[in-house]
């Protein structure tokens, strides 16, 4: 009898010590499973050039992170689509864009960091230098509220105006306090200002603008925005993400590897000037 309940505790000790081994040999395979699981990063754009963001993805893709890029064709979708959840984080806008949108739509997303910059110029068919536009000159600007009032702050960088205090980032021609060449201003649509080029002496036109008409930002224009001018800070493009999420590793970990001096050189590479690095 003491033979048969000796050999009965050591059989429920066995099957005790065999369910709590296999028990955590399962939490360990869980944790492995967990550990091993690739993170996903759902990224909108616009259009379908995205050679920088591919070359992010593979790098991502080397820390079990994979980044699906989802293209827009429009400049609405990206934000409502992140508000929504159902993407991550968008990059395709200005800080003065996604400022006004983001108010205008009562939507609660936070700017994550800076990408690049695609710099507005100021461009002349007969003028080499700035300091050479005369008296009573022609000028052409975007007749649009956000490329024009970018443009005339860009004539003020140049010196050729001086803007009232407090106009913001979309000033318009009624808030010029001094215009001492008398120059004479004119609003056009901004993708017909290239080819009424030869009608004035400089012409401000906007990056996406001036690339598809052919023009070099860096080697073409006779001013330019400088990523280091205070003022060109609203026009960085930016990453977007839902304020709730502006703490996610994940999430900070796609700035990382984006602001790095690799993605430097393949903007300078790929863009030429084009786009400009703002960080």
């Known amino acids: 009898m003491k033979i048969n309940k ?8 066995a099957l005790i010590v065999g369910a709590l081994t296999g028990c955590n040999n399962s939490n360990i395979k869980d944790r492995k499973s967990e550990k091993s699981k690739k993170e996903v990063i759902k990224l909108g754009v616009t259009g379908d050039e995205h050679k920088i963001w591919d070359n992010i993805k593979d790098r991502l893709a080397k820390e079990n992170i994979e980044l699906k890029i989802i293209s ?11 508000n929504d959840g159902e993407i991550d984080a968008n990059a395709f806008q200005t ?7 983001k108010a205008d739509h009562k939507l ?14 100021i461009y002349s068919s007969t003028l080499k230098n700035i300091n050479d536009v005369k008296e009573g000159g022609k000028v052409a600007i975007p007749n649009d509220a956000s490329n024009g009032g970018r443009a005339l ?8 105006i001086k803007l ?11 808030d010029i306090l001094e215009n001492p060449k008398n120059l004479k201003i004119s609003e056009l649509v901004a993708t017909q200002i290239p080819r009424s080029i030869k009608d004035v002496d400089i012409a401000v036109i906007n990056n996406g603008v001036a690339v598809e008409a052919g023009y070099s930002p860096l080697k073409d224009s006779i001013f330019i925005e400088d990523v280091k001018k205070d003022s060109a ?20 970990r796609l700035l990382e590897i984006y602001q790095t001096e690799e993605t430097k050189k393949l903007i300078e590479d790929i863009y030429k000037g084009a786009s400009l690095p703002a960080f």
């Open 6 to 13: 000796l050999i009965t505790v050591l059989i429920t000790a």
């Open 72 to 82: 827009f064709g429009d400049y609405i979708r990206p934000n409502m689509a992140l």
């Open 95 to 101: 800080v003065a864009y996604f400022e006004k949108f």
């Open 108 to 121: 609660d997303l936070s700017s994550l960091g800076y990408t690049v910059l695609a710099p507005m110029g």
């Open 153 to 160: 702050l860009l004539l003020q960088d140049a010196g050729l």
């Open 164 to 174: 009232k205090e407090g106009t913001g980032i979309n000033p318009t021609l009624k």
């Open 233 to 252: 800070k609203n026009y960085f493009n930016i990453i977007a993400v839902k304020s709730s999420e502006k703490d996610n590793p994940i999430l900070k």
